[in-house]
């Protein structure tokens, strides 16, 4: 028995006129600009891991802004990855590197 294909991935950014690169800002949809938050995820290529970057759940709203937190998942939230990926994601994909993406 033979797992499920891999679903394609869309992209929310139409291609430049080469076909190959994106043109980052022109959406793919217009219905797309009407989404108000953002839930973004990032599958690393022949793994399950994923990385997000999610309000502290610790915070209070006291706080403003709300503190930010890199969370490293594998598949499941409660699943376990090899202590030298968890190195490397925390090491490459930092909370200053990873708010850099969302200004």
């Known amino acids: 028995m033979s797992a499920p294909p891999y679903p394609k ?52 709203e006291l706080i403003k802004p709300a503190p930010w937190v890199v969370q490293y998942y594998g598949r499941t939230n409660k699943a376990q990855m090899p202590d030298f990926i968890q190195e490397y994601l925390e090491a490459a994909f930092t909370l200053k590197n990873m708010r850099l993406l969302w200004r």
């Not at 999610?54 to 209070?60: F, I, Q």
Request: charged letters at 30%.
């Open 9 to 60: 991935i869309e992209n929310l950014y139409a291609r430049a006129a080469d076909g190959k690169s994106l043109d980052v800002g022109v959406l793919r949809r217009e219905t797309t600009g009407l989404i108000r938050t953002w839930l973004a995820t990032e599958k690393i290529d022949g793994t399950n891991i994923r990385i997000s970057l999610e309000p502290y759940k610790g915070a209070t």
